[in-house]
């Protein structure tokens, strides 16, 4: 299988004065299309560096980004614009919905980035969140507004769901039904699921598990029978 996704000799360097931080370094992977791969290491690993840099938040100061056959480090602002928009959905820990809003607003938001039909009410129905259309975010449980924000980014359809501790924020209970629906989406609609995590509990769902320290890849497995999520002791 062909690679969707592939970092090639990728460093991204942080300068203040004279002092260089090196937050990735000279890092090389592959991911597959449809995989649902967790990445795993400490705090200041380069783990959220790594994701902005696939989501195309950061640039790379050396090495390739390579997409669909395509380096996003040469893209320009506009073309950059153009890749979040159709290719990128982003899932953060915390929800990032427009107060004001209700949640099919919410959803339908992607309309202006998209020229895809979208029907807020549908796909709320699709993360479980039937009969929620007209609540504002105050209205909804942290569960809740997690699976708006999940829905709002599956809205656009797109290649690959980015999510940075998607679950951190949650109790438990609801952090397994948001990862059950992420595992669901990649198999079902062959969608692309990068988790980046603390959890090393996750380890046993994913795809390919990627162990990154101090900026470099410490460790990469292949899982040839990942766990459903629901059966995971957490």
């Known amino acids: 299988m062909s690679a969707m996704i592939e970092f090639?000799?990728?460093?991204?360097?942080?300068?203040?004065g004279d002092h260089v931080l090196k937050a990735l370094d000279n890092l090389s992977l592959k991911i597959d299309k449809g995989e649902f791969v967790v990445i795993l290491g400490p705090s200041g690993a380069g783990k959220s560096t790594l994701l902005n840099?696939?989501?195309?938040?950061?640039?790379?100061?050396?090495?390739?980004?390579?997409?669909?056959?395509?380096?996003?480090?040469?893209?320009g602002d506009k073309a950059l614009t153009k890749y979040r928009a159709k290719s990128v959905g982003f899932i953060f820990q915390f929800y990032n919905l427009i107060p004001n809003l209700t949640a099919c607003e919410n959803v339908e938001l992607m309309k202006d980035i998209t020229d895809i039909d979208i029907y807020g009410g549908k796909i709320l129905e699709a993360v479980g969140l039937r009969g929620h259309d007209n609540k504002f975010p105050a209205q909804?449980?942290?569960?809740?507004?997690?699976?708006?924000?999940?829905?709002r980014a599956l809205a656009k359809e797109p290649a690959m769901l980015l999510c940075d501790e998607p679950t951190g924020a949650l109790d438990s209970n609801t952090g397994v039904l948001i990862l059950s629906l992420l595992q669901n989406m990649c198999h079902e609609k062959n969608t692309t699921v990068v988790i980046v995590t603390h959890n090393s509990k996750l380890a046993d769902a994913a795809d390919k598990l990627i162990k990154i320290k101090n900026g470099q890849i410490e460790e990469v497995t292949i899982n040839e029978n990942p766990s459903d999520v629901n059966e995971i002791k957490w």
């Open 53 to 75: 840099l696939l989501g195309g938040l950061d640039t790379a100061t050396s090495g390739k980004i390579i997409v669909d056959g395509e380096n996003i480090v040469d893209y």
């Open 8 to 16: 090639q000799n990728v460093s991204r360097e942080y300068r203040t």
């Open 140 to 151: 909804l449980s942290g569960g809740e507004q997690q699976r708006v924000s999940i829905a």
